[in-house]
């Protein structure tokens, strides 16, 4: 009888904090096995969730304008640029009508007036700009970045809580515990097994035939296995069939060599029958019966 070992290990090192199984337990498809410490990992999924948050914060900024107040500020020197444009668009018609009196008023004065009427409309243009982008969010590109680091943040916080949950190891399947290989309190490098777990359908048998068998076997056929201290013999199904045989002649093919050449065969057996069976057990394969 052999056995395929599943190695449970972890991705992560730590020292291992608990474990939960014993050997020669049953344990269910999902039951933990055992866990490493893992406040270190615990640190890095709370400042990676922090992190997400800020950038997320940072992004909802991005898209809006200044504080009301500012755009109050704004506004109100707007408002004083528009009174100052009045003022100076009257002193300047006032200008132009004194001009048409001799010796009332100089070209200078209207040169003046018409200065100031033209500073004080491109203040009131630049005001309205200002109070235009006010309202606006962050150029294009700035968003762009912003919404870049969310996801960079994100990623970063699904890889600490990928690594957290690696921290916690279950059985991937329904198995007998084999062996462990740590005990608690040790300290565990990354991917090395913790676990040793034997799933029924992971034993089979190894048989070999004699090559002039090899033509009433094919995958699917039927074999009997006789077990020690098991009266009635169990049936299992041929899974493999080596393309190889064991024994080679040296020289040449005879007869008498060909008799000594052996192909190896697997069977396996349904989960209620393979859990009669251990590795390394001699049985006896009846085949054609």
Excluded: C
């Amino acid at each position: 009888m052999e056995g395929e070992f599943v190695y449970i290990a972890s991705p992560v090192a730590g020292m291992l904090d608990a474990l939960h199984v014993k050997r020669g337990e049953e344990v269910k498809a999902g039951q933990p096995l055992f866990e490493l410490e893992s406040s270190q990992e615990r640190a890095a999924v709370d400042e990676a969730g922090r992190r997400v948050e800020q950038a997320r914060a940072n992004l909802k900024d991005s898209t809006k304008g200044k504080r009301p107040t500012e755009i109050d500020s704004l506004e109100a020197q707007l408002r004083q640029a528009r009174s100052a444009v009045a003022f100076s668009e009257k002193e300047f018609e006032r200008q132009k009508k004194m001009m048409q009196s001799p010796g009332v008023t100089s070209e200078q004065e209207l040169d003046r007036a018409r200065l100031a009427h033209a500073q004080d409309m491109q203040r009131v243009a630049q005001f309205e700009a200002e109070l235009k982008t006010a309202k606006l969010g962050l150029r294009v590109d700035q968003v762009a970045a912003a919404q870049a680091n969310v996801l960079a943040t994100e990623a970063a916080l699904a890889r600490a809580q990928w690594e957290l949950s690696q921290k916690t190891q279950a059985a991937p399947t329904a198995a007998l515990v084999f062996d462990r290989l740590y005990r608690q309190g040790e300290w565990v490098s990354a991917n090395k097994p913790v676990v040793v777990l034997l799933p029924a359908q992971n034993i089979k048998v190894r048989a070999f035939v004699p090559q002039a068998m090899l033509t009433a076997i094919q995958p699917g056929s039927r074999v009997q296995v006789l077990v020690d201290g098991i009266k009635s013999p169990l049936s299992g199904t041929v899974s493999f069939i080596s393309p190889q045989a064991e024994y080679t002649p040296p020289v040449i093919y005879s007869k008498d060599s060909r008799a000594k050449m052996v192909f190896m065969i697997e069977a396996v057996f349904t989960p209620d029958e393979a859990v009669k069976l251990h590795p390394g057990q001699p049985v006896d394969v009846l085949i054609g019966f």
